[in-house]
């Protein structure tokens, strides 16, 4: 009866409002949402490898966001993880809303907790490609906020397919000279000859009577050496090494080159002829080595002789990649390789 009553008098008001000329209450409008968006990153891998793609969520206004993810995986490949660190979150597997997934082509993931304004967060997503042949796959990320269904962003992403990567590095080294105690500076350039993008590194000896004492890529936060033999907590550190492993931290496209300083301080009146530097691939087939090392000559001058004059024609060091790249370097020394983005180096040095 209440119910009837109230119904009939909301009747009346709304009539009596029309004939006054007098509008009737809005309905009620969904709260402002908070101003999300997302920023997915690419990635690229051969067939059976596991790649990870960062995807970043930033609140770019005032309002508390509590967001979420839909996470749609590019056809070829299955995510069988997602690093959620520093933050915490969870995700669901839509196709069949289990929370304890191993493998999924869609997620949505959850955030534990607000972000606030002007604050971002970032989760990494772990992509196992299926596919065998090269190529490129589009996946998309939306994010919404919790309460409300509405998509606030998408993006979409790709990852490529690489399949199997072929390239041939060339490697130059001009000579040096100085005397004894002088510290020279051998300027060792790669090339990448194709058909494919690389990503060179170098595996370096130093002619008996000198030892390497810097290395400096020539390009301020690129690349750097590590001396495999010091035991110190810090391998980059280092000012007596006979032996280094240099790399880059961009990638290297065809055609162009790249270009790292070694330092060699001359210890003695005579120089070997024994010091070399080999190109090596963190990933990629070299079909040709007989142009992958180049001999390390330095002179000494003054009354001291000469040495090193001769080249040394060595073999490649084998390169290999997985999860993780490792260089085997004289006589087993297994050197594990930080995980590295491809960025394509922005300089031509050759």
Same mark, same amino acid.
């Given at each position: ?109 959850s955030l534990a907790g607000e972000l606030a304004g002007d604050e ?172 992958? $090392? ?6 000494? =001058?003054?009354?001291?002789?000469? @040495? +090193?004059? !001769?080249? %040394?024609? &060595?073999? #490649? $060091? ?6 993780? =790249?490792?260089?085997?370097?004289? @006589? +087993?020394? !297994?050197? %594990?390789? &930080?995980? #590295? ?10």
């Open positions: 009866m209440g119910i009837r009553t109230w119904a009939a008098g909301a009747t009346a008001a709304a009539l009596a409002c029309l004939s006054l000329g007098v509008a009737a209450p809005a309905a009620a409008q969904e709260p402002e949402l908070p101003d999300l968006e997302v920023f997915p990153f690419a990635g690229s891998g051969e067939g059976g490898e596991v790649v990870e793609v960062s995807i970043l969520v930033s609140n770019q206004g005032t309002t508390p966001a509590e967001p979420v993810l839909h996470i749609v995986a590019p056809a070829g490949t299955t995510i069988v993880g997602v690093d959620w660190s520093p933050r915490d979150g969870s995700c669901v597997d839509l196709a069949t809303g289990a929370p304890d997934w191993t493998e999924a082509t869609e997620l949505e993931c971002s967060f970032e989760i990494w997503v772990s992509y196992r490609i299926d596919e065998d042949q090269p190529g490129v796959s589009a996946g998309e990320v939306e994010v919404r906020h919790a309460p409300s269904p509405t998509v606030i962003d998408s993006e979409p992403f790709e990852i490529e397919f690489l399949g199997d990567l072929v390239a041939d590095l060339s490697i130059a080294a001009p000579p040096a000279e100085g005397k004894v105690g002088d510290v020279v500076d051998v300027v060792v350039t790669v090339t990448n000859n194709g058909p494919d993008f690389a990503g060179p590194a170098l595996t370096v000896t130093a002619p008996t009577g000198t030892v390497a004492v810097a290395a400096d890529s020539g390009i301020p936060g690129v690349g750097g050496c590590d001396d495999p033999n010091n035991d110190s907590d810090d391998p980059y550190e280092f000012d007596a090494a006979t032996e280094l492993i240099c790399t880059w931290e961009s990638g290297l496209e065809v055609n162009r080159s790249l270009s790292m300083t070694l330092s060699f301080r001359i210890d003695a009146a005579e120089v070997g002829d024994d010091g070399t530097v080999t190109a090596v691939e963190t990933g990629e087939d070299d079909p040709d080595l007989s142009n992958n $090392t180049a001999p390390i000559t330095i002179t000494v =001058a003054g009354d001291g002789g000469a @040495g +090193g004059e !001769l080249p %040394v024609t &060595g073999s #490649r $060091t084998v390169l290999l990649a997985g999860g993780g =790249a490792a260089i085997l370097l004289l @006589g +087993g020394l !297994l050197y %594990v390789l &930080g995980r #590295r983005r491809k960025v394509p180096a922005d300089a031509d040095d050759a």
